[in-house]
Structures are given as C-alpha cells and as structure tokens.
C-alpha cells in the first residue's frame, strides 16, 4: 500500500518516505491536528491479504503500546486504511547510535550515560515481558532527550513472536529494513543461545547490550569477523580483549559490567537489565566526580584538557631526560612513571626497548588488519611514527649513538634509521634471536634459534661465529645478547636442551673466547650503567636488578625485585625489560593467562560442536580415521609437556607420555601408532620417537642434530621428518625408511626452513611451506626424486593438508583465513586457483603470536567436510608501554 507525498493517512499528511521493508513500508508524515511530525508505519501491500501477517502486525501494536517509557520510541495511533493496517509512530530526530559510531568511540561519560538510559529502557521492556532479541546500534536513536530503543519488531511475550513493529527507518534519515529471508536478529549481536537455536529471553538482550556498549567505548565491534559464519564463531567461541586494552581510560568496573554481560552461559549474565541500568549508574556518578551541583563534564572535554595536560608532561619529560643525559649525579629523590599508549587502530605494542640516550622508544605494532611495523616513539612527542615494515620476530635493537635502529624480517638482519627511511639489509637471518650494537659499529647476533652468536659490522657483510655451544653441557643455542659500556664485552642467555633446565646468564668478550658464568639459572635482560645487571630467573616471574662490575664481570650484594608480570616478546625469554644509559627504563606488563578450545565446523565455517578445551600452545592431530585425537598438554612440572590421546567416539582420554618435554605427534596409518620428538636423552636436541595407544613407545632416530616428525606415508614404510643442519641450523627434509635397512636419507637440503611437510596420499608428492621467497608460501614437490616442484598458495601460506582422496589441499594464511586448492596429481600435477572457505575464529595474529610461532591452526577429516580449529577463548592481556625516569633511585633506599 505504498502512499503518495502529500497524501493522507486520516489526519496524517505524508511527507516523505523513510524505508522499507518485509513487514512494513515507513513513512514520515505530518500530524494535521496536533501539528507534529510523526512515524507511519504501513502493512506492506504484498502482505494485506495475508492473515497471518495482519493479525501478527496487530499484535506488536498491542505488545509495544504497553511500553510507555522515556528511552523508548513511543506509540501514538493505530488505524485502518483502504484495507491496510498502519501504526503512528513517535518522529525522532538525530541519529542512529550506528551511525555516531562511524566517527569511533564515545567520550567516555557520553558511553556509559548513553548505555545507562539503554539499560533503563530494556529494564521496562522486560518488565512487561517484552525481549527486544534484535538490540543493535541501528536500532538506538541518538536524541537531544537522550537514547530511545527502537525496533521491537522481532520482541517477543510470552509464546508470541513479533516482527518489524518500530525499526531503524523511523529516523530523519532513510534506511534500510530487514528483508524477507533474513535471519531473525542480528548476528554481530547475538547472544550464543540464539545463534544455536535455544529459546532467547531477557538475558539474551543484556549480551546485545553488552556488546554494543563494548562498541561504544572501545570503536571495535566486540565480535567481528569476515563472514556470519566466523562472528558466529566468535560469539561461541571467544570473548573480546579488555576494554582497556583499546580504551586504557576505562574504569574497572565498567569493564567489568560488560565482561558479565558477555558470558556465554546466560547464568552466569547479569539477570536484569535494572541491576545494569544501577550499575551503569553508579559508574556515571563516580565519573562525573564528587562535585553534584557543577555541569557534567564530558569527556571530550577531558581529552581536551588531558592533551593540554599530556603536553606539559611531555615538554617535562623531555626537560628532565636531557637533565639526566648530562649527568647521572644529580638524581632526583624519587622515580617518575608514566604510560605510553600504543598507536590509535592497532592491537597494543610489543616489547618496547628504551634507546640508549633515554629519548626514545622502539617498539612493533600491528594493526587491526594484521600487518606488523616497527615503530618509534619520541618521549617529548604525543604520537608514534611506523619507519619500517616488521613482523612479530623483528626483535629490534639500538644503535649506541640512539640513531639507527637493527631489527629482523624476512629472514634478514636489517637497519633503520630512527628518523624514518629505506631500511638496508646487513645479512641473513633465517631465524633470529635478538641482537646488539656497539659503538665501533659491531653488531653480535643471533641468526637462528639453536646456534651460537655471529659479529657483523652494520655496513653489512659475512656474520662469524663470536660464540660457540658447549655441547658437553648440553648448551642448545645462545640469545639476546647486549653489550656492556666498554662494547667489548656482553652478555647472553644459554640455553639448553632440557627444557626443565632454565637458562644461565654468561659473559664473553669480542677478544677472547673465555667464558664467565654470571647467574644459574637466569634470563639476561640488560645491563644499566652506573652498575646494574637486570635479569629474571624465571619465563614470568619478576625481574630483579644487581650490582654489577663490568670491569670485572663480578656480580656483588644482592638482587632487588623491581617489577612482576612484565610481557615477552614473540619468543620465550626475548627482551622485555630495557634501560638506557641514562636511567630510563621501559617494560610493559601482562596480566592473566591464555587459554583455548578446539571447535568443529563445517566448509562454510559454520560451528558445529565444541571439542573442549586445549592449552594455547598445545598442538594437536586428527587420527587417519578420525576417530583418535592426539594433544599435546603441559604437564604441572615445569618444562615437560605429555601427549595425550582422546576417543572422539567413546569420550575418553588417556596420558600416552610422560617425563620430559614431548611434541610433535604425528600419526601412523593404522591410527594405532604415534611418532614424537623429545628431548629425553638430555643432549640438547630432539629425537624421535614412537608411542603407542596401549602406551608402549620406542626409539626412532637418535643424532646429535635436532628432528621433528612431519608425516607418515600411507604404507606405513616412511617418516618424513624436518633436521636442522649447517652452521644456520635449516630445517631440512629428511625420509626415514621404517623398514629394511631403517637409515635415514635426504630428500630436500636448501638454505631455507621448510616445514610442515605432508606426502600425498599415494605418496608421489610432498607439500610443505617454506620462506624463501620473503614470505611463507606453500609447495608442492615431486618424490622420491625431487625434480618437479609448484607453488600452490598465492599470498602467503603455511601448514599444507592433504584430503584422502588427494584431490585437495587445504592450507592457511597468516590472516587465519583457511584456503582450499582443487588439485589434479594423474598424469602430472596441477592446481586450481585457492578459494578460501572461511577465517579461522579467533586465530588473530595477536593470539598466534602470543601462543606460539609454530601454531598448531587446523586438521581436517578424511573426506574434507569438517575441521578440527583452535579458537582462542582469551589471550593474554598486555598493558600500555610503561616508562620509569629514574629507574634506580628505588635501589638506594
């Protein structure tokens, strides 16, 4: 029944049409009697002689005319036209909450002031028996009065449903309503009841609310993701980061109210709009501060006077910097601390290191879209700068004069200048572990992750061996070296192959092979003029600082704490805690500890079952028939890590190792057998290994090289496994014949990693993943004879899987969007085009570089229907870039 501009409606004039949609076409009209702008909303003419429909459109104007409240949109007329129902709506004029939050963020007392009046409406709603079950920010109106709830068309009483009753068309603007077809609510915003087909009542409005006002302070939807299929996923699967993480100003108990508002489990939600709406409350009152009779002061004028405040700090911080850079006598009587926040639209910094004059801050960011940079943060500037593009692993250094800046990506040792710049390419980097740089332009580093430390002057050149492994105590490799004042000497962690052995901190020279061990049992973490050696004895436990005579190399009284639960870098024992020579010290902490669960789904994507929880860095494998699942759990003393296998059929699970520092498990055809690596026999490397499900288990292949199993051939005659050989350690492609002579032999020896490795189901092809192209991309090569190889991914890959069949492959990128590649292998090979078939939930690359670098994604069944993902539950929390002025006045007391 579509209505003409300027006609009436009874005592309505129509004056322009605002939206349409399945069940209802929306008008803006002009109240003749009353002279007003109201909201028509008219049955569709499609739907008049529909029964069904009219009798259900009757029904919402009875369910909504009860709702009589102050933040939500009001009824005023119902009637009767030419045969077609309409409704006479309360004209808002603003803007839709979606709207507003195109422009980012809230100011903090608007969010919470909006979210309480929100609350205030649900409270009434749901005292009438009303459930909105579509709450989006579409449907909240920004007015001069305050918020109003719009859209109770998908409310539900009782066993009545109600479809479209007052939408987000009913605005000053037009816009689109709901279409036929469409899934009753709102995705983004639904709560996990409703997504699995569970009965939605009132606490299912308070996770939409949840999430909105998670919206509202932060500017980040609280569940995203690049299909239905993934959000859904997320809702299942994953809570949302802390809202201080974006938004470092947000009061605990805010965070808080939203936290409970977002519980998965509907029990353990707040049960009543009304008690969020005293929270809420309570929370406004407490930030708009103690003085009741001044104006509310919002926080846009809060930021305003913080930019104001943030500038004077800024201006004394400088001051006092280049106070400390001309003399370290004149010490003040206390320390200064201040926070740094991360760059505006990336996901918070990692590791930030303090340039030696104190000046400057180095760290790596990534933004929302994954991509990773190095950036440089002035402390007499108000915003940071990216200079250079970086990964995870850039492990960035200073150079002594605070100039330029080493860092490490893609396979490479580079260098930057701190202004910003090309980046130049020292060396070869394969897989790096940190590096320093003196002031005769000597940088020592180390390439890779089981090696000694290399020299290389920064003008680039031929890395030597400055250290080498004492393999008679088992030493695995040496990491994250930092030169001490005279640039001579340094110091680094050793560690080695027993993982419940903790690292030692030794001492060397650039002019003398002689070794000085400082602290057993220690991570090296810097050295701090006047005298300072600052380390940690344990992954996460505090840091502590000591006497030092670089001179002598002599550690002398003993070690105050100075801080708890500072943050890592992308590897176990990377720098955290930096110091320049001037006593500026900076560190960022972390609070809580991540953990996941496994989930199945489907090719869309779409959830299926949940498979219980699994550590964040466990791996994990589907059995060849897919009734077995194998995982790796970590063990309550320190450094040993078991493998376990569950029934998926019967539910039950049992420990098949047990002692020492088990992984890698790779499955035999018979589903009955498992390979591993392990370093039980102490030596500093893996070997493998085979266990059983009755629990029995035997050696494989010993050497003095490290090996980790990738594949067992179909036949069951063949181990395809990774050793790490040549003075870079590369992960090379080994075959291990199980039967006959049972000698190892090489299949593919490069000068670069390749790893997660597979054979084809009739064993003529291996795929693996290699970087030698500046990035992971995967491969296909030929066996036994290596003489045909074919790049498969187009954008980057990693982790290849066969179908049974071999007429796919599946593989993900570093986007965590899971790819699949039609594959022809009879008579000669040939690959199809990727097509991504979904993003995996939550494998966002803060938490796969939180968990590990060698995230276990993804298995898939036999006939590639369903996957075995992990999806990260929480990540662990890291806090803004703390910087201390003045670090060691605390020392003297």
């Known amino acids: 029944m579509p209505l003409a501009i300027g006609g009436r409606l009874g005592p309505y004039e129509i004056v322009a049409p605002l939206g349409a949609g399945a069940m209802g076409e929306v008008y803006k009209a002009r109240d003749t009697r009353l002279d007003r702008f109201v909201a028509i909303k008219v049955l569709p003419a499609a739907a008049a002689d529909d029964a069904q429909r009219r009798e259900r459109f009757r029904r919402e104007a009875r369910a909504i005319s009860t709702l009589t409240h102050p933040h939500i949109c009001t009824l005023h007329d119902v009637g009767e036209h030419d045969g077609g129902d309409f409704l006479v709506m309360e004209y808002l004029a603003g803007e839709t909450l979606a709207q507003r939050l195109l422009r980012g963020a809230l100011p903090l007392e608007q969010a919470v002031r909006i979210a309480a009046q929100i609350a205030d409406g649900l409270a009434a709603a749901h005292q009438h028996g009303i459930v909105h079950r579509d709450l989006k920010p579409s449907n909240v109106m920004l007015t001069p009065g305050g918020a109003k709830v719009l859209d109770f068309g998908l409310a539900k009483r009782g066993a009545e449903a109600y479809v479209s009753i007052v939408d987000s068309a009913l605005l000053a603007a037009p816009a689109t309503i709901t279409h036929p077809g469409t899934i009753v609510g709102t995705v983004q915003y639904m709560a996990p009841e409703q997504l699995e087909g569970k009965p939605a009542d009132a606490r299912s409005d308070i996770f939409a609310f949840g999430a909105i006002v998670y919206e509202m302070t932060t500017g980040l939807k609280a569940f995203a993701g690049e299909s239905s299929a993934s959000i859904m996923a997320e809702i299942l699967t994953a809570m949302p980061s802390p809202m201080t993480i974006s938004e470092p100003l947000t009061p605990p108990a805010l965070d808080r109210a939203v936290g409970k508002a977002l519980a998965k489990d509907p029990a353990k939600r707040w049960q009543a709009a009304a008690d969020l709406r005293d929270e809420l409350t309570w929370i406004l009152e407490d930030l708009r501060g103690p003085a009741q009779n001044a104006p509310a002061t919002t926080r846009t004028t809060r930021r305003y006077g913080a930019l104001t405040l943030a500038i004077a700090i800024g201006l004394a911080i400088a001051g006092l910097v280049a106070v400390l850079a001309r003399t370290h006598s004149e010490t003040p009587a206390a320390p200064v601390r201040f926070v740094v926040l991360p760059p505006e639209k990336t996901t918070g910094a990692l590791v930030p290191i303090i340039s030696p004059d104190g000046r400057k801050l180095v760290f790596v960011a990534r933004t929302l879209d994954g991509k990773s940079s190095l950036w440089v943060r002035s402390l007499d500037a108000l915003e940071s700068k990216p200079i250079a593009d970086a990964d995870d692993l850039a492990f960035p250094f200073w150079s002594a004069d605070s100039q330029s800046i080493g860092f490490f990506a893609q396979g490479k040792l580079k260098r930057v200048d701190a202004a910003g710049g090309p980046s130049v390419v020292i060396c070869d980097a394969p897989s790096p572990r940190g590096g320093a740089w003196n002031r005769e332009g000597v940088i020592i580093f180390a390439p890779v992750a089981e090696a000694g430390l290399y020299r290389v002057s920064a003008a680039g050149g031929s890395p030597v061996a400055v250290t080498t492994l004492d393999k008679s105590t088992g030493e695995r490799s040496h990491r994250f070296p930092q030169f001490l004042s005279d640039g001579r000497h340094f110091v680094y962690s050793a560690y080695f192959g027993q993982e419940s052995r903790r690292p030692t901190i030794q001492a060397r020279s650039l002019d003398s092979p002689t070794v000085s061990t400082l602290i057993e049992g220690g991570f090296a973490r810097a050295w701090s003029p006047p005298g300072y050696l600052v380390y940690k004895r344990q992954v996460s436990g505090p840091y502590f600082a000591q006497p030092f005579d670089h001179r002598t190399l002599l550690l002398s009284g003993d070690p105050k704490p100075l801080v708890d639960n500072v943050a890592g870098g992308a590897k176990s024992g990377e720098t955290a ?317």
């Open 577 to 893: 805690f930096s110091v320049s020579d001037n006593g500026v010290a900076a560190y960022e902490t972390l609070t809580g500890e991540g953990f996941a669960r496994l989930c199945w789904l489907d090719r869309t994507g779409k959830p299926l079952k949940d498979a219980g929880p699994i550590s964040l860095k466990g791996g994990f494998s589907l059995s060849p028939t897919g009734q077995q699942l194998a995982t790796v759990r970590a063990d309550a003393q320190p450094g040993v890590r078991s493998i376990w296998a569950t029934d998926l059929v019967r539910g039950v699970t049992s420990r098949l190792t047990s002692g020492s520092l088990d992984d890698d498990p790779v499955w035999a055809p018979d589903g009955a057998r498992l390979a591993f690596d392990s370093v039980r026999r102490g030596t500093g490397n893996t070997d493998l290994y085979v266990t059983s499900l009755s629990g029995a288990d035997g050696e494989l292949l010993t050497s003095s090289q490290g090996k980790v199993p990738s594949d067992w051939s179909r036949d069951g005659r063949l181990l395809l496994f990774q050793i790490q050989e040549g003075s870079y350690s590369v992960d090379n492609l080994w075959i291990l014949e199980l039967e006959g002579n049972k000698k190892p032999r090489p299949f593919l020896q490069t000068h670069f990693d390749k790893e997660n490795a597979r054979f084809a189901p009739d064993t003529r092809w291996i795929a693996y993943d290699t970087a030698e192209s500046g990035r992971s991309e995967v491969y296909v090569q030929s066996f036994p004879d290596a003489a045909f190889r074919s790049q498969v991914s187009t954008a980057g890959g990693r982790q290849p899987t066969w179908r049974r069949d071999g007429k796919e492959l599946y593989y993900i990128t570093d986007e965590g969007a899971l790819m699949a590649v039609a594959l022809r292998t009879q008579p000669a090979f040939a690959a199809a085009a990727p097509v991504e078939l979904f993003r995996i939930p939550a494998a966002s690359p803060t938490a796969m570089h939180d968990a590990s670098s060698a995230w276990t994604a993804y298995d898939v069944t036999a006939d590639g229907q369903r996957f075995l993902v992990k999806t990260v539950v929480q990540a662990p929390v890291r806090s803004p870039m703390t910087v201390v002025l003045n670090w060691t006045a605390e020392l003297k007391k």
